[in-house]
T-cell receptor, first 113, second 113 residues
Framework: QKEVEQNSGPLSVPEGAIASLNCTYS??????FFWYRQYSGKSPELIMS????GDKEDGRFTAQLNKASQYVSLLIRDSQPSDSATYLC?????????????FGIGTKLQVIP | NAGVMQNPRHLVRRRGQEARLRCSPM?????VYWYRQLPEEGLKFMVY????????ESGMPKERFSAEFPKEGPSILRIQQVVRGDSAAYFC???????????FGQGTRLTVV
């Protein structure tokens, strides 16, 4: 089982719809969770972080964390063509005295005008 | 506050030459991560360093690759005797504590001819 799993997609949604991106992780000791956006040919950009159960909203983005079910999701409301990118889930887990960062493979999102 | 700075942005090397990739973390950040990414593929973890220490090098090939983060100056990823398979984008990310999100540099695109 991969440590951080994401569906590689592509996930296609019409403009104005809600895009829902999901990520599951295997280690119950994981403590910090992040979403990155990566445009083609560019570097990943940190867009959301979440550390406790529940929802965290920032503009059109909402991150959701459920530690009991070991999943974290990202909702993008009113999706725009400019949101078309690959979204990477990252998880930080204490490991051997340090904090280990693990990335998922990323979900490619396509917003159709 | 300047972001994570990587140089060069593009590097062309002939097979058998050495490649040196530099990364200056954000001010106040002492945690540095290096990743490799092939086109249309996910981020592959290579190495995690703190000042003067390699914390996790589990993703580094055993031969030809080395990394350092000296007390003064940037972090360096060194690839000796490059081969065509080393052609990729190499990203550096830095973090202040290791438990918060890391910020990425623009990357170095290495092409081996």
């Amino acid at each position: 089982q991969k440590e951080v799993e994401q569906n590689s997609g592509p996930l296609s949604v019409p403009e104005g719809a809600i895009a829902s991106l999901n990520c599951t992780y295997s280690d119950r000791g994981s403590q910090s969770f992040f979403w990155y956006r990566q445009y083609s040919g560019k570097s990943p950009e940190l867009i959301m972080s979440i550390y406790s159960n529940g929802d965290k909203e920032d503009g059109r983005f909402t991150a959701q964390l459920n530690k009991a079910s070991q999943y974290v999701s990202l909702l993008i409301r009113d999706s725009q063509p400019s949101d078309s990118a690959t979204y990477l889930c990252a998880v930080i887990t204490p490991s051997g005295g340090y904090q280990k960062v693990t990335f998922g493979i990323g979900t490619k999102l396509q917003v159709i005008p | 506050n300047a972001g994570v700075m990587q140089n060069p942005r593009h590097l062309v090397r002939r097979r058998g030459q050495e490649a040196r990739l530099r990364c200056s973390p954000m001010k106040g950040h002492s945690h540095v991560y290096w990743y490799r990414q092939l086109p249309e593929e996910g981020l592959k973890f290579m190495v995690y360093l703190q000042k003067e220490n390699i914390i996790d090098e589990s993703g580094m090939p055993k031969e030809r690759f080395s990394a350092e983060f000296p007390k003064e100056g940037p972090s360096i990823l060194r690839i000796q005797q490059v081969v065509r398979g080393d052609s990729a984008a190499y990203f550096c990310a830095s973090s202040s504590t290791g438990t918060r999100g890391a910020f990425f540099g623009q990357g170095t695109r290495l092409t081996v001819v």
